[in-house]
């Protein structure tokens, strides 16, 4: 499946991590950024989002607007 954001949207695929004893757990507010249309800078980093708000999603993708993308997330190692 191949999704493509439109207007002032950026499609963020959501993260779960599953712990040593098989438990998942979902990041509220950090996802990896499939498209935007508005910035394609942003695709293909993890992002930190907005998640106050009740956004519409399809399977583990939400539908996020642009102006509530706070932060590209940088894993320095």
């Known amino acids: 499946m191949k999704l493509k954001a439109v207007g002032d ?3 963020i695929k959501t993260e779960e ?3 040593v004893m098989g438990i998942k757990i979902k990041h509220d507010n950090m996802g ?3 498209s935007c249309s508005k910035d ?3 695709e293909g980093h993890r ?3 907005n998640n106050d708000t ?3 999603k399809y399977a583990s993708h939400l539908f996020v607007p642009y102006e509530k993308v706070f932060a590209i997330v ?3 190692e």
């Open 32 to 34: 990896l950024v499939i």
């Open 54 to 56: 009740i956004y519409k």
């Open 74 to 76: 940088e894993d320095l």
């Open 40 to 42: 394609k800078s942003l």
């Open 17 to 19: 991590d599953t712990t």
């Open 47 to 49: 992002v930190i989002y």
């Open 9 to 11: 949207y950026v499609i």
